[in-house]
Structures are given as structure tokens and as C-alpha cells.
């Protein structure tokens, strides 16, 4: 069968859903780009760090899989052999955090994507476009990199607590590698998740209902998909069974073939869906890719988050700004963030209604906010800087800025800060000194180790710009800002550190454009 046939199939089925995909991502998945282990083998692996003995891990399986974390953690604590690894987790041993499912994290973050780019390529330009969200029971990072403008929300607790938008996300049902203990490992994980499946099969069911499914990474008999599969079927009952039937798309690796595919519950009915054989990967990215969609999962998210806030509110709030309508949408640039503007504009500032500071601290971090430089610049900070005699986030909307800079009182923080040690008061620059009076190179990583996590910043701030690293420290104030708002007002010294990121990330770029201008 030609690859052309295929495409021409999945496109087809696709449109007639008349939505882009989701995306049901198992561990076939990084296993075909990054050479992982399924969850047998990242076990098994695992249990070698404890015994030679090729059996070892099936008597954990026989007797009870708990154990091996058990026995883990006894390792750890009495060999000198995983010394190295008790110094790195001294605060997690402390807490006592599953040894397991911080060494599987571990082994997970040491796969790099090794083959088969061209395909991830594909996949990640129709993910831009084409791709509504993802939903998978993988741990690693590799999903995240194929859709970095995506929100992740990690484990149960999060996709049936929070609020979702069904657009532009990736569900990590079994928890993230970057979470460990958020993990579905061991036999306690699998049975609690088992207590709560239905909960879950409920939250998802919308989706399942609503839009075309393409599964990748499982096969048929996986019982992470079968127990799924088994909730929806019950949620939905017999007579609402067959409007799946050309919805769900089963994609696994063989010879080009296209079939239909039944799956039959006892009591409850059957699931049927189109099963697309190949081991070209790519025709079904690029199928995806051709498919038909109005505007991009981001745009879509950012409406429905903007339309969600102004409800909550009762009145617009900091993202809701008039930059952009309707009818700019589609000229948008790809990966350019925008501003869409919901209800009535505020007259007195002429685009819409005035943010407070901490929008733009936390969107510093999360990107997310759709901050208008324009409007940063010529409205927000000249505004905000009268009231914030510490300064504010500035570089990322100077640096996308192309208008001529007025406000003196920006004219004056850029003057004012052109190095790192700027940030700091007398107090502060006096505490780095002594920080660094011992000669001890420290990093981020290190930093949040010596000083505790809810801590840390409070120290970064004093590391010299070569310890910075700033991914390490992005992952940080991501994870320690969190979802929660009241974290950042008040607190100086973090938002010190944000300041600092700002100007780290963004001042060179500030430079170049303002140089270039």
C-alpha cells in the first residue's frame, strides 16, 4: 500500500470529525525516538542496580512489587556504592520519597531523541497547527518538546482538579519524570489509579466524544489503554458505542496495511476503529498535518482562557487587551504571541484594562500571559514603575519592541542596571561577597540542594552570572510559582530573581535590537 493511501485515510477521517486530533501517546512512542524502556524493562533495569540475578525481578513480580522500592531503599542507605546517590537525594531521603521512582526519573532523563528526526519534525510542525492536545501515560520529557507551546498538566490530580481548556494541552495521566512522585510505577500507584479510573474516564470522555483520537506508542492488548478504554465504554453504554467508530485511528508499526479493528466489552458492547499499519510514522504526521483547522490549538486555548477569566471576573482582566481581532488571527506569524481583546476597552488607557505587576512577573516565567510589547512598553510599564520602586520585568517586551523608548523612567532602569550586581542593594552585594568568600563554584541545582527548595531563592539571587544556568533556574521559579497567584505578591526577593532571569534571558537581545535600530 502506498504511503500516499494512508495519508489520504487518516486525512479522510480526520475531516470528517471536522476537528483536529488528539493525540494518545504510549511508550512505543520515545521508544521509536529515544530507544526508552517500557515500564517491564525500566523496571527490570532498576532491579539490576540491586543483584545480578536475571530472576530478581520476577520474584519482586511473584511476591509484591512494593518491595523493590523497599529494597532500593535499603541499598541506598547501607552501600557505599550509591554514596554519590544519597548525596545528590540527602533532602528526598530525608522526606522520604520513593528511591524507585527517583532512579527511574533519572534513567527516564538520560534518553536523548537518537533516530527518526525527520518524523518528530513532522509531527511537531501539524502539532503547531493541527494538533488539539495530547493525552499519554509516558513519563518522559519528549512530548513536551514536540509541542513546547502546550500547557502540561502532571497526573490525575491535576487534570480533574484544575481547570482545562481541551486545547493546546498534553495530559500526563500517569504523572512526569520531572514530578517523580507524581509517578504511576509500583502496584500501590496502579491500584489507587484503578479507585480512581472512572473519575477519570468521565473527565476525558468529552474529548473521546468530541474530537478524532490517533493513538500511538500501544498495541491493542496494552492494559494501560484496555483499562481506559474498558471506563469509557461503560461511561458511554451500548447505544453510544458506534459513534467512535470513525473516530478512533490505532497507528502500530508493520507492513502498510489499513483495517478495521473491534474491541468487545462483555455487558457493555464493542469499540471498533480504523488500525493503520506502517512503519513510516511521518505519512500519518503529514496526514495530520493536511488536515482541516480554522486556527492554531494555541490561538483556540487563548480565547477560551481569556472568554473563562472575563466570566470568572465579572470584568476584564490583565490578559484581556484589544491588540489583535478575528480577522488578524490567521496573519499572526507562527509562534508570535497576541493579544485578543473581549468586551469594552477602557478609554481613559485607549487599549484596554491595566494590568498589576505581577502579570507581567508571572508571565516573565510562564510565557503565557500574551503581554502586547506595544503595550508593555508604551502603556503598563510607565504606569506600573511608579509604584514599583524595585523595578520591574522589562527586557522581554523591550526586546520585541520596535518603537522609540520615551518613558525616562524606563530610560533611567535601563541606565541603572547594566550588570547583575545592579539588582542588589548594599545589604545584598555585602551577603554575595561573603557567599563567595570560600572560592565554592555553585549552581542552581546546588543551590536548591544546600538551601532547601522553598528556600533557594533567597541564595540564587547572589549567584555570579556564570552559575546561572538559565534553564535550571527557569525550571525553578516554574516550579516554585506554580499555579498559585498569592505566591509572588509581596515577596521582594523573588521577584529579584525573576528580575534577574529577565535580564538574563532577554538584555542581549535588547542590545542587539536597540543597536540594530
Excluded at 491588540?323 to 478609554?347: C, Y
Aim: glycine share 8%; proline share 3%.
Amino acid at each position: 500500500m502506498a504511503k500516499d493511501v494512508i495519508k489520504e485515510t487518516v486525512t479522510r477521517l480526520i475531516n470528517r470529525a471536522g476537528r483536529s486530533p488528539y493525540l494518545f501517546v504510549g511508550s512505543g512512542f520515545s521508544r521509536r525516538y529515544m530507544g526508552t524502556d517500557d515500564w517491564e524493562g525500566l523496571l527490570r533495569h532498576l532491579c539490576s542496580r540491586l543483584s545480578d540475578d536475571p530472576f530478581r525481578f520476577d520474584a519482586y513480580l511473584a511476591r509484591c512489587g512494593g518491595m523493590l522500592d523497599r529494597d532500593l531503599r535499603l541499598a541506598v542507605l547501607e552501600e557505599g556504592r550509591f554514596e554519590p546517590f544519597r548525596e545528590a537525594h540527602a533532602e528526598d531521603i530525608r522526606a522520604r520519597r520513593s528511591i524507585l521512582k527517583i532512579m527511574a526519573a533519572e534513567r527516564l532523563g538520560s534518553f536523548k531523541v537518537s533516530s527518526l528526526v525527520s518524523e518528530l519534525d513532522a509531527l511537531r510542525e501539524a502539532g503547531r497547527w493541527r494538533v488539539s492536545g495530547v493525552i499519554t501515560t509516558n513519563y518522559d520529557g519528549l512530548l513536551e518538546s514536540v509541542f513546547p507551546e502546550f500547557k502540561v498538566f502532571v497526573g490525575q490530580d491535576d487534570l480533574i482538579f484544575q481547570r482545562t481548556f481541551e486545547v493546546g494541552e498534553i495530559y500526563k495521566i500517569h504523572g512526569s519524570a520531572d514530578k517523580p512522585e507524581s509517578m504511576v510505577l509500583d502496584e500501590s500507584d496502579y491500584k489507587k489509579l484503578a479507585e480512581t479510573q472512572d473519575y477519570l474516564a468521565a473527565k476525558l470522555l468529552t474529548i473521546f466524544m468530541e474530537y478524532p483520537m490517533v493513538f500511538i506508542g500501544y498495541s491493542l492488548s496494552d492494559p494501560d489503554i484496555q483499562s481506559i478504554l474498558q471506563s469509557i465504554a461503560h461511561c458511554l453504554g451500548p447505544s453510544h458505542l458506534s459513534l467512535l467508530r470513525d473516530r478512533f485511528v490505532f497507528v502500530t508499526r508493520g507492513e502498510d496495511r489499513i483495517s478495521t479493528r473491534t474491541i468487545s466489552y462483555p455487558g457493555v458492547g464493542e469499540i471498533s476503529m480504523t488500525q493503520v499499519e506502517t512503519n513510516d510514522f511521518g505519512a500519518v504526521y503529514e496526514a495530520i498535518g493536511q488536515s482541516k483547522c480554522s486556527f492554531s490549538p494555541r490561538v483556540i486555548r487563548d480565547l477560551r482562557k481569556s472568554i473563562y477569566e472575563m466570566v470568572d471576573c465579572g470584568e476584564p482582566s490583565g490578559s484581556l487587551v484589544v491588540e489583535a481581532s478575528f480577522s488578524d488571527l490567521e496573519r499572526i506569524p507562527e509562534g508570535q504571541s497576541f493579544l485578543l481583546g473581549v468586551g469594552v476597552a477602557n478609554a481613559a488607557v485607549g487599549h484596554g484594562h491595566m494590568i498589576k505587576a505581577e502579570l507581567l512577573y508571572r508571565d516573565i516565567v510562564f510565557d503565557d500571559e500574551h503581554v502586547a510589547p506595544k503595550l508593555a512598553v508604551e502603556e503598563y510599564l510607565p504606569n506600573l514603575l511608579g509604584t514599583n520602586s524595585g523595578g520591574l520585568p522589562m527586557y522581554k517586551y523591550l526586546s520585541a519592541y520596535s518603537g522609540e523608548i520615551l518613558d525616562r523612567r524606563i530610560m533611567k532602569e535601563i541606565d541603572e542596571k547594566r550588570k547583575l550586581d545592579d539588582f542588589l542593594n548594599s545589604s545584598l552585594c555585602r551577603a554575595k561577597l561573603n557567599y563567595h568568600s570560600g572560592g565554592t563554584v555553585r549552581s542552581v541545582r546546588s543551590v536548591v540542594e544546600e538551601e532547601g527548595f522553598g528556600e533557594a531563592y533567597k541564595k540564587l539571587v547572589l549567584l555570579d552570572e556564570g552559575e546561572l544556568n538559565l534553564d535550571d533556574l527557569l525550571a525553578y521559579l516554574r516550579r516554585l510559582v506554580g499555579d498559585d497567584r498569592k505566591v509572588i505578591n509581596g515577596n521582594t526577593e523573588l521577584k529579584r530573581l525573576i528580575r534577574i532571569y529577565d535580564f538574563l534571558k532577554y538584555k542581549k537581545a535588547f542590545d542587539k535590537s536597540a543597536n540594530s535600530g
